[in-house]
């Protein structure tokens, strides 16, 4: 589990089993007061392992730019989390 700080909330990345498969999250929690907001990461994809699933989270929650106001995580434009989605080289 990974941790960042920001102003108003503290998010955390991490992962859960559902069923047979690990599914990635973060979690965002407000400071003062209010329950935490929790978004899946790469929905597209579960992991047969839990350290896969949480370096995702992990990697993902790095790779925020930041929250909006209501602490919803901003991502960069296109950004998808996964490695494999990247475009080709030009030659």
């Known amino acids: 589990m990974a941790e960042r700080e920001f102003d ?4 955390r990345s991490g992962a859960t089993l559902e069923g047979s498969r690990y599914s990635a999250w973060l979690a ?3 400071r003062k007061h209010g329950f ?3 978004f899946a990461i790469c929905e597209n994809r579960s992991f ?3 350290t896969v699933a949480e370096a995702a989270a992990a990697k ?3 790779e925020m ?3 909006e106001d209501d602490g919803t995580p901003i991502f960069p434009e296109g950004y998808t989390g996964f490695d494999d989605d990247a475009p080709p080289a030009a030659p």
């Open 28 to 30: 965002i929690t407000p």
């Open 36 to 38: 935490p907001m929790y």
């Open 60 to 62: 993902a929650l790095a």
């Open 8 to 11: 108003n909330y503290l998010a």
């Open 65 to 67: 730019l930041g929250l």
């Open 48 to 50: 047969r392992d839990k």
